[in-house]
């Protein structure tokens, strides 16, 4: 991304931008992508510039320690993550912790 300009922080990202940050946040373990998908499915056609930065800095983490922020296992450093990063990163949570419903019954209980 380039300079950060605070008139455009809520503009939507352009299509080359958001496919270049949907190629950016392709992830090595398959947890962090299905979080990382499902925020996409819901939120792509709104983005704002914003929201992106905020992802790019995800982002720079490692898969685990992004994978333990998106698992609540624990908490950004606020030396590098602001309250557009935290508010991103509870987005991510509350949406990765949806699952849809399954299409087969559950287990009957074992006896």
Do not use: Y
């Not at 392709?26 to 929201?51: A, K, P, V, Y």
């Amino acid at each position: 991304m380039s300079e950060h300009d605070p008139a455009l922080d809520d503009a939507p990202l352009s299509a080359q931008a958001l496919g270049k940050l949907k190629w950016r946040c392709r992830r090595g373990l398959l947890e962090n992508d299905l979080f990382i998908t499902r925020f996409f499915e819901r939120h792509e056609s709104g983005l704002t510039q914003r929201q992106a930065r905020a992802l790019e800095a995800l982002m720079d983490l490692s898969d685990h320690d992004l994978l333990e922020l998106l698992l609540q296992r624990k908490e950004p450093d606020p030396a590098w993550a602001g309250p557009d990063v935290v508010a991103l990163l509870q987005t991510l949570r509350t949406e990765g912790a949806h699952r849809p419903p399954t299409s087969h019954p559950p287990s009957a209980p074992l006896h």
